[in-house]
């Protein structure tokens, strides 16, 4: 069943700096996952994906890092600004295109 | 490319009635569809997975017959809260995933694409 008055774990950081959220997933059979952002009130918007047989992969200012040997997912964001702040949600499918979602980081972005 | 939609973004009912949800996947084809529910600061919750079709599939304690779900084209499924009780308000969301073919989809086809969500609120 569902918890009450869970809070989400919290990263906060400078505006400018970089940003570095991390997830750890379960099923070592696990073969793609993704990173979404979500704004509250909005549905998970996709930022960028890995497959299993990839260890990092790169997009417009952000980086996914797969390491399979721990079950770690990592998504860093350089340069983070206002606009990314948002609760962050890692995805790991796992099989019959099912995905499971982690428990989710809320990024903070200070002025 | 790869818009869902969601239809209502936000629905107050009383305790009691059915309230019917559209996901629907604008610029392409999804063969399959998911819907997910979240509550306050929590994840999202698989509920059902959505075949174009065919029966959906339910996640283990969902129940089929309280939570509704109809594929009936490739790119629209509806999920139907019936008899909806104050513990159903929830934020409910759908998925689409490009079925490959079709419409201009995504660059995937394990891919889920999210809609807006819903958010359910009985009274």
């Known amino acids: 069943g569902e918890s009450v008055g869970l809070h989400l774990p919290t990263l906060s950081v400078q505006e400018g700096d970089n940003s570095i959220i991390n997830c750890a997933y379960s099923?070592?059979?696990?073969?793609?996952f993704i990173w979404y952002k979500q704004e509250s009130g909005k549905g998970p918007q996709f930022i960028i994906d890995i497959r299993s047989n990839m260890d990092k992969r790169q997009g417009q200012r952000v980086t996914v890092l797969l390491n399979k040997t721990v079950k770690h997912l990592s998504l860093q964001i350089a340069a983070t600004q206002p606009g990314d702040s948002a609760v962050y949600f890692c995805?790991?499918?796992?099989?019959?295109?099912?995905?499971?979602f982690g428990t989710g980081t809320r990024l903070k972005v200070l002025a | 490319g790869a818009v869902v939609s969601q239809h209502p973004s936000r629905v107050i009912c009383k305790s009691g009635t059915s309230v019917k949800i559209e996901c629907r996947s604008l610029?392409?084809?999804?063969?399959?569809m998911f819907w997910y529910r979240q509550f306050p600061k929590q994840s999202l919750m698989l509920m059902a997975t959505s075949n174009e079709g065919s029966k959906a599939t339910y996640e283990q304690g969902v129940e089929k017959d309280k939570f509704l779900i109809n594929h009936a084209s490739l790119t629209l499924s509806t999920l139907t809260v019936t008899s909806a009780h104050p513990e159903d308000s929830s934020f409910y969301i759908c998925?689409?995933?490009?079925?490959?073919?079709?419409?201009?989809?995504?660059?995937?086809?394990?891919?889920?694409?999210f809609g807006p969500g819903t958010r359910l609120t009985v009274l």
């Open positions: 610029d392409f084809q999804a063969t399959t």
């Open positions: 099923n070592s059979a696990s073969d793609y």
């Open positions: 995805a790991e499918n796992v099989g019959t295109y099912k995905y499971i």
């Open positions: 998925s689409a995933k490009w079925s490959g073919r079709g419409l201009a989809g995504g660059t995937s086809t394990d891919t889920q694409y």
